[in-house]
């Protein structure tokens, strides 16, 4: 039996009202968290050490993205213990997801995480995003705490193909750092976003290269 089980009504209730409910979905995230709960008391893999705070801060954050995502190839910059990138791949099993991460115990937490729940739909790549030699291979980026939006199309733009975004999520709109994008990069869209359980500001921030 999973041991955060007792955890399953607060994500059930989350995953209804990001419009994800379905069973499956829930027991797979949760055999995802203990995992990631087991691995962090080992290794400090996130910050975050209640498993019922890491519900919200990272499993239903994650997946409030899930509405701009489809089947489609995305590479997830800094993904640190996989988020958003794990939850997204088991939301979305058309999504084929690249994890993005130099650091050698999150890459290694990573591997097992992919091979535990049979991701079959996500890969390690155990590397900095400017390390990552698949130019123009990807519909999309993520990243949830890499950098400012400026730092993350310098070191991810090259990944993505031609009208392919970067989904930003940040707190507050970060209206800095948009206006610091280069000249050739602009903020196409800017989503407010409802995460169950988060007493918080949180934004998406869609950047796309200009058109020529």
């Known amino acids: 039996m999973n041991p955060l089980a007792h955890l399953r009504p607060a994500l059930d ?3 209804v009202e990001l419009g994800l ?3 499956a979905l829930s027991a797979r995230l949760l055999d ?3 995992l990631l709960d087991r691995w962090n008391r080992a290794y400090n893999l996130t910050a ?6 890491m519900v919200v801060k990272h499993l239903l954050d994650s997946l409030a993205m899930a509405p701009f995502v489809g089947d489609e190839t995305l590479a997830d910059l800094g993904t640190g213990p996989g988020l958003p990138g794990i939850p997204l791949a088991l939301a979305r099993p058309g999504l084929r997801v690249t994890l993005v991460e130099s650091n050698g115990k999150k890459a290694r937490f990573l591997r097992e995480a992919v091979r535990r729940l049979g991701l079959a739909n996500a890969r390690v790549a155990g590397c900095r ?3 990552l030699d698949e130019p123009g291979a990807y519909d999309c980026l993520t990243a949830r705490a890499l950098g400012t939006l400026a ?3 310098r070191v991810g733009g090259h990944l993505l193909k031609p009208g392919g975004r970067l989904l930003a999520m940040k707190g507050l709109a970060p209206a800095d ?3 610091a994008l280069p000249p050739d990069w602009h903020a196409s869209a800017v989503h407010a ?3 169950p359980g988060l007493d918080a500001e949180r934004h998406l921030v869609v950047v796309t290269r200009r058109a020529a």
């Open 13 to 15: 209730a989350g995953l």
């Open 21 to 23: 409910a379905a069973p």
């Open 32 to 34: 995802y968290l203990a």
């Open 48 to 53: 975050i050490r209640d498993p019922r705070e």
């Open 129 to 131: 995003a400017e390390a």
């Open 151 to 153: 730092e993350l199309v």
């Open 177 to 179: 750092e948009i206006a």
């Open 193 to 195: 976003l409802r995460v």
